[in-house]
């Protein structure tokens, strides 16, 4: 059977689809966090990390760690490289925490969700 004649205008609505959300607040937040841990963890401080992300504002590093505004998916890697972690590993924490949970799933299988590295920085 091909998924066109699978798909029809009357099925297509029949399971109801989440509202669009911009983003989860609690996750922002909790990546925020994370961050934060992993910068706490690598002796750095916001000013340190502005500078090495080329950032013209301590307040944007405050912000995210806030969880107010996110990590610019273009600089994933520079981050990841800044806070010492592996990049695929800060990579699938940034879409875990910044994305709909629908496309973390569908990136993800079931056996490849867990967490990417050791979050013992975030136990005080």
């Given at each position: 059977?091909?998924?066109?004649?699978?798909i029809t205008?009357?099925?297509?609505h029949q399971?109801?689809r989440?509202k669009?959300q911009r983003?989860d607040a609690a996750?922002r937040?909790?990546?925020g966090?994370?961050v934060k841990?992993?910068r706490?963890?690598?002796?750095?401080?916001q000013h340190?990390v502005a500078?090495?992300?080329?950032q013209?504002?301590?307040?944007f590093i405050?912000?995210i760690?806030?969880?107010?505004?996110?990590?610019?998916s273009a600089d994933?890697?520079?981050?990841?490289?800044?806070?010492?972690?592996?990049t695929?590993?800060f990579?699938?924490e940034c879409v875990?925490?910044?994305?709909l949970?629908?496309?973390?799933?569908?990136?993800?299988r079931?056996?490849?969700r867990?967490?990417?590295?050791?979050?013992s920085?975030?136990?005080?």
């Amino acid at each position: 059977m091909s998924i066109s004649s699978e798909i029809t205008k009357e099925n297509v609505h029949q399971k109801p689809r989440p509202k669009n959300q911009r983003h989860d607040a609690a996750k922002r937040q909790e990546m925020g966090l994370l961050v934060k841990s992993l910068r706490v963890a690598a002796g750095l401080t916001q000013h340190d990390v502005a500078q090495l992300a080329d950032q013209k504002y301590v307040s944007f590093i405050s912000q995210i760690e806030q969880g107010r505004v996110r990590i610019p998916s273009a600089d994933v890697d520079l981050w990841a490289g800044i806070l010492g972690v592996d990049t695929h590993a800060f990579a699938k924490e940034c879409v875990r925490h910044y994305e709909l949970k629908s496309y973390f799933e569908a990136i993800y299988r079931p056996e490849d969700r867990s967490r990417g590295f050791n979050l013992s920085v975030l136990e005080d």
